[in-house]
Each structure stands twice: as structure tokens, then as C-alpha cells.
């Protein structure tokens, strides 16, 4: 949704703007290349991997660019060590990138028989191994429950995850699925049989819901009058924290740009599926009295 994020984002041609979500920075070369250079992007990303393409990915612009690796949540120390006090805009595109999915050993898909880590940041003392190994049979549940959305089968998951310990791979947790769910569901799901479960559980990992919405109710503060604040969530979690904390602000500190999320256009599901599921919500810094 780049295009529909760039209509949000830029109502002017400069500033200075963050990417809270870098990746490989498919974003920020597309803010550069709208402003023909002359805005100034800082990108932030946990993954170093992503930080290290994104250079290669962004040289023609290095002069506007500023790269760090950290959290979204850190944008804020991050300003106040580049001696910025507010910006033009801040773009999050939320969820777990391409690399991460398909990059080895990261533990992120079901695709692959891989150690089961899940982490955005090394730095994470937390993996997923973690998390079905150690968590208590409820926990997992809730889990399952609230962060999958796995409203029928999370007790039962949760309870063949508990039997099969210890679970080492993604072999091992897409199998404890399997076994939890009747021959008849997994035939009638449109997706994967085990979106649901490494969702939750890479969620829970990452703290990722937290993480959002202590960062959202900051943001406001650090943005110029008049500026942009938009968000890509591919959850429904997600999305209803942006709603939620969007509302709060209202009339107070944001003005909503978008009374219903954007979703995208059909020209993109063909050419990119994986964005069926994405929602596009924006809004304005209201002038400070």
C-alpha cells in the first residue's frame, strides 16, 4: 500500500519524517523518490539484516537517509540523540517482513523446519521456544485465544503443545497443530492450518500489541503541527489498537483522516497477496493552542 501510505503521509514535498518500520526500505526509497530527496527519512528497524539491505537498497539517497537499529518504540531517544525535538510524519508498516519469513533460521514460518525463535531483535531474551516449552497449558491458551484469534481449538492446541514437550523446531509445533485439530477442519481452512498459532505465539514473543500502543500514545508529541501520522496493521489486534488509540486522541491532540482503514485495491492483491488482510489508518496533528 505504498502509494495510498505516500497520499497520507506527504502533504508536503520536505520535512523530516521516520520510517518506524524499515525492512529492506521499500518505504522510505518511496518517500525519497516522491520528494525527489528533499526530505530527510530516519529509518529504525530490530533487524540488522534488514538495516544492512536497506543501506544497499537506499545509497543513492545516503545523504537524506539516517539508519538505526531499534525499535519503533525507541523513536523518541532516537530523536533526542539526533538533536530533533518533532518531525513532518512517522510511518509504521506492522507485521513480520518478507526477509523474516523467508530468511533461514528465523523460526518465523510454518514452511520451514527451523529452531523456533521468532524474534524481531537478537537482543529479545525471549523466543518462541521459550513460550511453548515454558508457559503453563492456560497460558498458552490465552495466547492462542487472544493474539491467534483461534477461537475454537486454542484449549486443545494448547494442551497438545503441553504433551509433545519439548517442542525444539517449527516441525514440531506445526505438528503438535496438526494432531490438536480434527482431520476435517484443517481441510476447510483457507489458510495454513498453523497461521493462526505462529501469529499468536510470534506476537506474544515480540510483545508486539504492548509495544504498539505504548508507542502510539507518544507519538502525537513529537509531531509538527499539521503533520502525519499513519499506520499498516495486517491484524485485526492491531488494527483495533490503532482504531482505539486514534479515538482517544481525537479532537484532543489527532484529527482522523480516515474514518474506516484503507484496504487495498484489487490492482494490488493481484500483484502482492500477501496484502489482502492490510489496513491503512491515518491522522493529523491538530495545531497546539
Known sequence: MVHEALHYLLPKKNGIYIDGTLGEGNHTLAILEATEGRCRVIGLDLDREAIRLAESNLRAYSDSVELFEASYADFDSVLRSLDIEKVSGILLDLGVSTLQLKG???????????????????????TAETIVNRYSESELARVIFELGDEKRFARRISRHIVR?????????????????????????????????????????????????ERSLVRMPDYIKDGGRLVVISFHSLEDRAVKNKFREMKDSELK??????????????????????????????????
Open 256 to 289: 482522523i483522516l480516515t474514518k474506516k482503514p484503507v484496504v487495498p485495491s484489487e490492482r494490488e492483491l493481484i500483484s502482492n497477496p500477501r496484502s489482502r488482510s492490510a489496513k491503512l489508518r491515518a491522522a493529523e496533528r491538530i495545531a497546539r493552542g
Open 164 to 212: 509433545r514437550r519439548p517442542l525444539l523446531t517449527t516441525g514440531d509445533l506445526v505438528s503438535a497443530v496438526r494432531n490438536a485439530l480434527p482431520p476435517e477442519e484443517i481441510r476447510k481452512r483457507r489458510r495454513h492450518f498453523a497461521t493462526r498459532v505462529f501469529q499468536a505465539i510470534r506476537i506474544e514473543v515480540n510483545k508486539e500489541i504492548d509495544t504498539l
Open 104 to 126: 533461514d533460521g528465523r523460526g518465523f514460518s510454518y514452511e520451514k523446519d527451523e529452531p523456533l525463535d521468532m524474534r524481531m531483535s537478537s537482543r529479545n531474551p525471549i
